[in-house]
């Protein structure tokens, strides 16, 4: 629900401030993949990227469809086989999907976990595999799994800046025994044809590696580290690829050649500069930013977005649910009530406890928000 919810949550943080005289306010990237300072975050967004149309189908399986919770799992039903092709005259209710959760965890410092999802045709469609190495390891729960929580960038444990008691910020202050992650694989596994997704990410001499690979062959791949007094340096370099796959009656060949280029970013001081392969001069950002545009994130969602895409026609198409005026009366009624207090300057303490009763039910899932404005 946080990426659905983080526009609201960045609102209401902002005037919780302004309420409270506080300075401090919470880092939240309204969009992300935009900026180059935090690369472990690029490289998620990025990621994040070919995973993002199959994590919202998993989110909206329980909306629209009967959830039986299973063994580690759940299997949606409905009558008719709605949502398939495949759809029949029979009322009575029927397994559209299913996915089933399992981890293991008896090898100290590594955590493997596995996600079967089965489909309209009432076949396994494929498999996500994950092995995590390092310490304080945990499992994702099941709500993760249906919502499409995942992460791909190992998770460095490290506390947070403290923040007010009043004002929380969405990302956990850190405690002792959160994940220290070393490397984290992540991979999507056809029944048939094997491997053909991965991305594999790892700590290595206070710096980082992710290599991104499509068919066993590498199309990304990122490397940051300590320069020590010459800052931190990350390079980003993109490969030619040729890849053909197919599933059913799909298939993809992409090809590019003449594409291969490296992305050079140099952070001294919290000043970045950035270079084209082996251009003498540093570039501005526009043109960097283009380039990385037209090269690394094409690369990723040229094919593996694709490739996710076949997949999904496995399972059952969803809808929406808009909610109606109605169902947000509640907290219509009760920002009109603050608002008439802020503007009377009575009773800002209420304000500010709604407030942060927003933030709180927010963040446990207590109050969702279907948030269909523009970007602003």
Known sequence: MYFRNRRLLAVILNVGLLLTGSQQACALDIDPGTSFK??????DDLAQQF?????????????????????????????????C?????????????????????STPGELTESINYRGCDDEWILKERSTVYGENLKPMTFAEVIAGKRRFVPATGEPQPPVPAAIQCPANPGRADEPKEKQRIFMIVDPVQGTVLSVNSK????????????????????????????????????????????????????RA???????????????????????PEYTDLNRFQQLFSERVAFAVDDTASFIMGMYLE??????????????????????????????????????IALLQSYITDI???????NDHRKKP
Not at 61 to 81: D, E, M, T, V
Not at 93 to 100: D, G, K, S, T
Not at 242 to 253: A, E, K, L, M, P
Not at 329 to 339: C, G, H, K, S, V
């Open 257 to 279: 050649s003449d594409f291969a280029m490296k992305f050079t970013i140099v952070k001294k001081a919290d000043v970045l500069k950035y270079r084209i392969d082996a251009e």
């Open 314 to 351: 496995s399972l059952p198409q969803t809808k929406i649910p808009k909610p109606s005026v109605g169902a947000n009366q509640r907290i219509l009624d009760e920002l009109n009530r603050a608002l008439s207090n802020v503007t009377n300057k009575t009773q800002l303490e209420s304000v």
């Open 38 to 43: 935090d690369i472990d975050k690029l490289t």
């Open 203 to 254: 700590r290595i001499n206070r710096g980082s590696e992710t290599e991104f690979t499509v068919l066993g062959k590498r199309l990304v791949h990122f490397l940051t580290q300590d320069l020590g007094a010459a800052g931190r340096e990350t390079t980003i370099e993109v490969k030619d690829f040729d890849i053909s796959f197919h599933r059913g009656n799909s298939n993809i060949h992409s």
């Open 51 to 83: 995973y993002r149309a199959w994590q919202q189908r998993l989110a909206e399986l329980p909306k629209n469809f009967q959830q039986i919770g299973l063994s580690g799992g759940a299997q949606f039903q409905a009558p008719n086989h709605t949502g």
């Open 363 to 369: 963040q446990s899932g207590d109050l969702e928000v």
């Open 85 to 105: 092709q495949n759809t029949n005259s029979d009322p009575r209710l029927q397994r559209v999907a299913e996915i089933l959760h399992s981890f293991n965890l």
